[in-house]
Every structure is written in C-alpha cells, then in structure tokens.
C-alpha cells in the first residue's frame, strides 16, 4: 500500500498498529531501493516476503496483469493454467524483442527491468569470484554449449574468411558440437601428459596458428573447468598468442564461477592477452534449473553485440530464477557456499586418497585442477577387462551420481570426428581411473556416503573376481 492508503486504513484500525506495519513495509520497501539504486547482489539475502513483495511489484508493471486490459495481439502474455502463471510469478512476457534480447519490452516495463537488475546482480557476482575487469555480461536461456554457438556466429561476422576453431581436445560432447552447429571446423589439439595431468600443448597450438593463418581462424576455443586428469587450459599463454595474433579468444567457463582458481585464470588471461568471451552455466554454478548461461567479457560493444545475435524474445526463466537465488543468498551467501565447496574438495581428496591406497590404487596427482579429482582403477583393470565399467554401473544403481569411471580404449565418433580414448581427455592416457567433483553446494554428508558406497562396489568386485578364479 502507498501512504495514502496507510492514512486511510488508520480510520478502521488503530493508527499505532497502522503506523507499524507501515514501518515494517518501509524496511522492505529499502531493501528493494537499494538494489535499484546500487544494481548489486545484496551483502545480505533476502528473505521470501522480501523477495515474493519485490517480484509481486514486477509483475502488475507488464501489460497482461493491467486491471482492464483489452489485448488484441498475438502475444498478449495470456496463460490457461493458474499453477503455471503462480510459477513464473505472473511474468509471462519474457525478456527482449525481435532484435535484441537486452531491449526493452513496451508490454512488460517490470520483466524488462528484471531482465537489466538480473544482468546487473550476475555481474556483480563475477566480479566478487575473480574477474574484477569484467565490463558487461547478460543471462540468456540456453545452456553452455548453445551459449558458445552464439559467440561462434557473432564472430562470423567480423572475421567472414574464418572456417577453423583452434581447441585444446577436452572430451565433452557440447563444447565440441557447439562449433559444429555454428558451422565451423574443429581443429583439435591434443594434450600433453606432464605427470598425471593432461595439460595444453602450446607448441601445437601456435604451429596451427601458424599453418592455418590467422585470417582464418574465428577462434581459440579454451576451457577452464574440466574433469581431472585433465586440468584448465594455459589461459595466459593462450591468451598472450591470440593477442599477438590477433585471433578471437572464447572461453568455455562452463563451472568455473565457483572455483577462485579458474575465475583468476581468465582475470589474467585478460589482463595479459586476449579473451573476447568466456561463458559459464547458471545450474552449475548457482543452483538452480538447467537451462541458462552467462556471456560476459571485458569489451561491452561485443557482448552487446552477442545479445543483439539471439533472435526473438527469450524465456524469462533463468533470469527469474538466478535472481531469485541470488537475492535470498546475498553475496555473503554466496561467498559462503564458494568456501564450502573449497572446504569439501579437501575433504573429498583426503577421503579419496585414503581409500585409493586400501585398495592398491591411487590418487592421481592433479594440482592445477581445482574442482575434479581422479582415481586410479589399475588394480581394477587387472581383474578384469569388464571390472572397471561394471564400477560405473553400482555406483549408479547404488545412487552415486556424479561419478565418472573413464575405462581404456573407448573409442567414439562424435560429429563426424573419431575421438581415441574418448573421456580421457587424451589419445592413450596410461590409466583407467574415476572421477569425483567438489562442486558448489557439496556436502560432507555427499563425500561420506560416496566414499562408504565406493569402497563395497570396490569389495564386491574384488570377491567376485577370487571367486571367477577359484
């Protein structure tokens, strides 16, 4: 209510019940000024009442929530369930127009605003995890993969003569066809083993710059976050190449925000060279639904430029979503779960190491990889050429998700390109072994469980393996 309904209501109730609750919706009233004023993440999370009255506010601002509107259009943001419209808010315009999905809506001045605080809290966000020179990034509704396609296609339009993507091999289906889709040709640079990890051959990687000519390369296409053995690319170095070059830089971040380690790898890597883009998931970083990324970069003319490239309107979902997340955890929330997470990866090391060594294996050592952890299985593949992904399939049917078991010699067709040792990130990496992750919103409880479930598949397969011998 404004002030004058407060005056009036102090004619049915008593003033002094009237004046508090008109103080206790100015404190909510503030909290919500700030975040217009100051377009931040809050230092402290809101609570639902908060938040439901900030979104409430929203949503009467958009034409098909008007009292009395006569829509004659084909998009009057008219909605048949009742649960649906309580879902989404009463949100239902979207975000965007036509042409540019940042423009504003005249139908929808609330989802219009959410769409720009939304963009605005999310670059705060980055900017708090590590990429304090980040200069713009927006939210759009598709994953990471098609996130990158359409960096790839606005690129097309700078360098027309471009048909390779240099990309350091890292053995994950999106990223790979998320080229593909854009129409261009993958040029795969396999890794280097330095120890246990596989690592970006940089030598290999300025050769094809070299052949290939840099008139007609769109892009280096790196990556930050990726499963162990295989650690971040040399973001630096490649970014000191594409400057000197003068080659796009795109960087696959897909859950890099929550790690300090990959976030200050592309803060670097700008500060030195070039990165054009670098796009991360908001499910797996943030804790909410699949379906959104983050574009952002360190020039706001191009990732304007990206959002002008998406065509038509765009879901508000994933905005509607991200915000609301980010409202209730505040940025000391957030910052909170980024310790957790960092907390739990140790966790998650000695745990694993523990076990690896009881049964003969061992915790391959992978320094630079700040999120993913790998365990040998040889011992494993001694037993039985069927022994290491029969591990794979208990741990899933004994509800251990996440779990990766990377077997030998599995050879793939992906897009019309034969990847060897397909998961391993590498032509013949010397080891069977299993991944783990320490990602955002782990808990000790999750490590616990997983090594307990772990260590009796392992039991299990070693007896059935004495047992095929007797």
């Keep these: 209510m404004n002030s004058e309904n407060f005056s009036i209501s102090e004619k049915i109730v008593s003033a002094s019940y009237i004046r508090q609750g008109s103080q206790a919706r100015r404190s909510h009233e503030q909290l919500i000024r700030q975040l217009l004023d100051q377009g931040k993440c809050p230092e402290e999370g809101w609570n639902e009442s908060t938040t439901e009255l900030f979104l409430n506010e929203l949503a009467v601002m958009d034409s098909n929530n008007f009292l009395g509107n006569c829509g004659v259009g084909e998009r009057e943001g008219r909605v048949a369930s009742s649960l649906v419209a309580r879902r989404h808010y009463r949100l239902i315009h979207g975000i965007g127009r036509s042409g540019d999905i940042a423009a504003i809506q005249p139908k929808a001045a609330g989802s219009s605003l959410l769409n720009k605080l939304t963009n605005s809290v999310v670059l705060d966000i980055l ?3 590590g990429v304090q020179s980040v ?25 027309p003569k ?16 998320a080229m593909i889709t854009a129409g261009f040709e993958p040029v795969v640079v396999e890794n280097i083993l330095e120890g246990d990890e596989l690592r970006t051959d940089l030598e290999a990687v300025n050769r094809k710059m070299q052949e290939l000519g840099a008139e007609n ?15 971040p690319d040399r973001l630096e170095e490649l ?47 943030f804790m909410v639904p699949v379906g959104g990324a983050i574009i952002a970069g360190f020039n706001e003319s191009f990732i304007q430029e990206i959002s002008r490239m998406y065509p038509g309107r765009a879901s508000a979902s994933p905005s509607l979503d991200v915000l609301i997340t980010l409202l209730t955890l505040g940025a000391s929330g957030y910052r909170k779960l980024l310790a957790e997470r960092k907390e739990m990866y140790t966790y ?37 050429d069927k022994a290491v992904t029969q591990l794979g399939s208990m741990l899933f049917t ?46 000790r409880n999750d490590v616990t469980l997983c090594i307990r479930r ?12 004495m047992a095929e011998l007797k």
């Design 135 to 159: 200069a713009s990034c927006f939210v759009v509704p598709m994953a990471t993969g098609m996130s990158l396609t359409l960096c790839f296609l606005t690129l097309r339009h700078k360098r």
């Design 348 to 384: 998650l090391a000695q745990d694993l190491k523990s076990l690896a060594e009881a049964h003969g294996e061992r915790l391959l050592h992978t320094p630079h990889n700040p999120i993913s952890l790998a365990m040998s299985l040889d011992g494993l593949q001694a037993q039985s």
């Design 239 to 285: 970014a000191t190449m594409c400057a000197k070059y003068d080659i796009p830089h795109v960087v696959n971040n897909a859950y890099g925000v929550q790690s300090s380690k990959c976030m200050h790898l592309i803060q670097q890597g700008a500060r030195v060279g070039r990165i054009d883009a670098f796009v991360q998931s908001l499910d797996k970083n």
């Design 127 to 129: 900017k708090l995890s």
């Design 162 to 177: 471009a048909r390779y993507i240099i990309w350091p091999r890292i053995d994950q289906k999106s990223c790979f066809k």
């Design 398 to 443: 004994r509800q251990v998700s996440g779990a990766r078991v990377v077997a030998l010699g599995n050879d793939q067709m992906v897009s019309g390109h034969m990847f060897c040792g397909f998961m391993s990130h590498s032509e013949a990496y010397p080891s069977p072994y299993l991944n783990a992750s320490s990602a955002v919103g782990i808990t």
């Design 217 to 231: 390369i769109l892009c280096v296409h790196s990556t930050t976050s990726c499963f162990a053995p295989r650690v």
């Design 454 to 465: 772990l260590d009796k598949c392992l039991k299990s397969l070693k007896k059935k393996s």
